[in-house]
């Protein structure tokens, strides 16, 4: 029998806490075109080391809720996914980098609370269906 731990997974990346340090916490989940569908349980934000979530050219549909509890977050990208409502991913507030090419929003507008995450520097659309950009002042 092997010494099977979720870290071993394809797609996965864990780091110690320390060298001598048997606990190993996931801080990145990078799997883009694994022709995966459905709705990805918002659980996956429940992984507080989190720094990289990478479901791009998936056919899934994606809530923000607890998407604050990792704060080390940095890279979302969910790039051709079928997402279609950003809403609440102002909780992200580690965010730099966000991708969200290739999705069709269906009018909707970008979300002010997108606009509050401070750090963001990186702010991909193109190729997205009908978004709207409504800046309020």
Avoid: W
Wanted: proline letters at 2%; hydrophobic letters at 35%.
């Amino acid at each position: 029998m092997t010494n099977q731990t979720i870290c071993n997974l394809y797609g996965i990346t864990c780091d110690s806490l320390s060298r001598s340090s048997q606990f190993e916490l996931i801080t990145r989940v990078e799997l883009g075109s694994n022709s995966l569908s459905g709705t990805v349980p918002s659980k996956i934000f429940q992984l507080l080391s989190l720094e990289v979530l990478d479901l791009s050219k998936n056919k899934i549909d994606l809530r923000f809720d607890d998407i604050g509890q990792p704060i080390r977050l940095d890279k979302l990208n969910l790039n051709a996914t079928e997402i279609t409502s950003l809403e609440g991913i102002g909780q992200a507030r580690s965010l730099s980098r966000l991708n969200l090419q290739n999705n069709d929003f269906q009018g909707s507008t970008i979300p002010n609370e997108l606009y509050n995450i401070f750090g963001l520097e990186t702010v991909l659309f193109s190729g997205s269906k009908y978004i709207v950009l409504k800046v309020t002042f």
